[in-house]
């Protein structure tokens, strides 16, 4: 199944959930079509490169869905980074802008090497504070995929790694 024909199943809701965003609604996509979207993350890193991959971490929650999958579907390990107090201690924990405020993200610290999972690249802020948390807690970060590039920040990196997606608008 082509990336383009994935992006089809994808909904945009206007002002969700705030006014001015235009929300990105995966859902139908996992419900019709939750192994090609798999399988287009999956083809995100050369063989080579899922040879030098340990675990994967998802960040809450829909990266959690999608890296989840993605690992089991690799035979690798998967591991949390959520928002704050969700998990018990030992947690490492990373502030981050929003839009509005400010959120926390938390993990318990691990070593080995990893790649990093989310659903949607936006700001870039969410992936670029997970990024900085895995490091924190002892992770070496080798790889950051998303599902979906908006293009709204022209070549995010975090280090010198890019986001690599699936979907791009
Ligand atoms: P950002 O930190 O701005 O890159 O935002 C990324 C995070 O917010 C991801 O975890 C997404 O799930 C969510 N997000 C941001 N913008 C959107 C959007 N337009 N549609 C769906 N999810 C979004």
């Given at each position: 199944m082509t990336h383009l024909h994935l992006k089809k199943y994808i909904l945009e809701s206007a002002d969700?959930?705030?006014?001015g965003i235009l929300f990105r609604d995966i859902a139908p996509l996992l419900r019709e079509h939750f192994a090609p979207t798999v399988e287009a993350l999956d083809g995100l890193l050369s063989e080579t490169e899922w040879g030098e991959i340990d675990a994967l971490a998802g960040i809450e929650s829909r990266g959690f869905v999608l890296g989840a999958a993605l690992a089991a579907r690799r035979g690798k390990g998967f591991v949390l980074v959520r928002k704050q107090g969700k998990l018990p201690p030992p947690v490492v924990d990373m502030r981050y802008d929003l839009e509005y405020g400010s959120g926390v993200l938390e993990m318990q610290p691990g070593r080995g090497r990893l790649l990093l999972v989310d659903d949607v690249l936006a700001t870039g802020g969410t992936l670029n504070a997970a990024a900085e948390l895995c490091e924190r807690g002892g992770y070496d970060v080798r790889a950051l995929a998303v599902?979906?590039?908006?293009?709204?920040?022209?070549?995010?990196?975090?280090r010198d790694l890019p986001a690599r997606a699936a979907i791009v608008y």
């Open positions: 969700f959930p705030r006014p599902l979906i590039d908006l293009r709204l920040v022209d070549g995010f990196r975090w």
